[in-house]
C-alpha cells in the first residue's frame, strides 16, 4: 500500500538484511513522507493556554474541542486506511496525547465559544471506564453548563462491541453515560461504520440498545474507500441499517491526504456519483449523511455536485465547517477534474486566479509560520 519506491527501498534492506537501526530508520523516513498529520493539525490546530501549546488537544472549529486522552491513543482495530495512523506508530514526536484533566478542565472554562467536547484517539473506549470518568466527570460541574455535547469517536461499536455489553466494566460505562445524560449532557457515540456487514452481529446489535437505553445517541461515519465500500448499494444498505437499528447516519468521508490513501482513494467525481445514487435508494431519515466531505486544511469541504455553468463543467462545492466561521455554507466552484482524489487537487474555475478563502487562509497559515503546508 505505500508508494512503490518506498516498498523497493525496504525490500532491498530487508533482503541486505539491515540492521534493526537502519530498518527503523527507513521506516521513519519513508512515515515522514506518507504526510502523518494531513491539514496542518500540527502546525493550525493546537491550541495554547499561558503560552503554552496544549499537545494533546486541537480547536480548528470555534464550537468543538478535540482532547487526546493519553489512555485512548491506541485503537481495537489498526484499519490500514486510518487516518490517524501516526498516533500508533511509537513515535512520540508524531502523536497527540494528554493526560491533563485538570489543563482540559482549565481550557474548557476558559472558552465559552466551545459547546461540543469531542473525545478521540485512536479509540478512547479502550480506556477502562474509571479512566474515562476521570476526564469526563467534570462535565457536570456548573461553570461547565456551556459544554452541551459530548461526543466520543470509536470503532468499538462494530470492533469490540463487547465493551459496552460483556467487558468487566461495561456497565460501568454506562452508568457514566446515564450520569452525564442525567445531568443534562448531549453524549452522542460517533460510531465509525464502513459496511453493512460490520452492524450485523447480535453482540453489535445488543451493544446499539444498551447505549441508546442509557439516553446516548449514536452518529455513524466513515470513509469511502476503494476496494471496500466504493459502490452506492453498500452505502444506502448500511444507512438503512443504520436507520433501523435507531443509529443516525452523519458523514461519509473522503480517504484523507494521508498514509495509504493512494490504496483507497476514489476519485471525487466517482465519490459524487456514489453519494448521490446512496441517498437516492434512502428514505428521509437516512439522509442526514452528509458527504462527500474532506476534511482539508481551510476547513470541511463538501462535494454538493458536479454542473454545467455557462458552458464549463465544474464541482460545486461548500465548507461544512471553515476556519472562518463566515465561509461556511457559501458555494464556491472548482473546474471539473475527473482524476481529483482530494481538495489540493483542485482548481477554482471560470478562470479566477483563487478561490474566495485563499488570502485569508494564507494569513492565518503565515501567522503561525506555517506557510509550507502550501502545496507547490
Ligand atoms: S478504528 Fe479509526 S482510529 Fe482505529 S485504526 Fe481504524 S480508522 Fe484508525
Redesign the pocket.
Known amino acids: 500500500m505505500v508508494p512503490p519506491s518506498a516498498f523497493e527501498q525496504m525490500a532491498t534492506l530487508l533482503n541486505q538484511q539491515g540492521s534493526h537501526a537502519d530498518i527503523e530508520q527507513l521506516a521513519k523516513q519513508i512515515r515522514k513522507g506518507l504526510n502523518p498529520h494531513p491539514s496542518g493539525q500540527m502546525e493550525l490546530n493546537i491550541p495554547e493556554m499561558e503560552n503554552h501549546k496544549l499537545a494533546g488537544m486541537q480547536h480548528k472549529y470555534r464550537q468543538t474541542l478535540l482532547f487526546f486522552p493519553s489512555q485512548g491513543q491506541v485503537?481495537?482495530?489498526?484499519?490500514t486506511?486510518?487516518?490517524?495512523?501516526a498516533?500508533?506508530v511509537g513515535d512520540k514526536s508524531l502523536r497527540f496525547s494528554s493526560s491533563e484533566v485538570e489543563t482540559l478542565h482549565n481550557y474548557l472554562c476558559l472558552h465559552k465559544e466551545l459547546t461540543d467536547l469531542l473525545i478521540t484517539?485512536?479509540?478512547p473506549m479502550v480506556m477502562k471506564t474509571h479512566h474515562l470518568a476521570h476526564y469526563l466527570e467534570c462535565l457536570t460541574k456548573p461553570e461547565l453548563e456551556h459544554i452541551q455535547t459530548l461526543r466520543i469517536?470509536t470503532?468499538a461499536l462494530t470492533?469490540w462491541p463487547q465493551r459496552f455489553v460483556t467487558d468487566a466494566d461495561a456497565d460501568e460505562l454506562l452508568r457514566l453515560f446515564e450520569k452525564l445524560v442525567r445531568a443534562g449532557k448531549h453524549v452522542a457515540i460517533m460510531a465509525?461504520c464502513n459496511h453493512w456487514r460490520e452492524l450485523e452481529p447480535y453482540m453489535t446489535q445488543r451493544a446499539i440498545q444498551r447505549i441508546r437505553n442509557t439516553g446516548a445517541e449514536i452518529r455513524a461515519q466513515g470513509p469511502l474507500l476503494a476496494n471496500i465500500n466504493n459502490n452506492h448499494e453498500v452505502w444506502a444498505k448500511m444507512w438503512q441499517q443504520q436507520v433501523k437499528l435507531g443509529i443516525i447516519p452523519y458523514y461519509m468521508f473522503v480517504e484523507r491526504d494521508t498514509g495509504a490513501q493512494r490504496y483507497f482513494e476514489v476519485p471525487l467525481a466517482k465519490a459524487w456519483q456514489i453519494y448521490k445514487q446512496a441517498i437516492q435508494e434512502v428514505s428521509g431519515l437516512a439522509r442526514t449523511a452528509r458527504g462527500p466531505s474532506m476534511s482539508a486544511g481551510p476547513g470541511k469541504v463538501e462535494i454538493q455536485g458536479v454542473t454545467e455553468i455557462n458552458g464549463e463543467k465544474v464541482f460545486v462545492l461548500r465548507f461544512i465547517q471553515g476556519r472562518n466561521e463566515e465561509w461556511v455554507q457559501r458555494p464556491f466552484f472548482a473546474k471539473y477534474n475527473p482524476d481529483a482524489t482530494w481538495f489540493t487537487d483542485l482548481q477554482p474555475a471560470f478562470a479566477e486566479e483563487k478561490f474566495f478563502f485563499e488570502d485569508e487562509y494564507l494569513q492565518m497559515l503565515a501567522a503561525k509560520n506555517a506557510l509550507n503546508l502550501i502545496p507547490n
Request: hydrophobic residues 20%.
Open positions: 485503537c481495537h482495530s489498526y484499519c486506511f486510518c487516518f490517524r495512523w498516533q500508533f484517539g485512536g479509540d469517536g470503532k470492533y465509525h
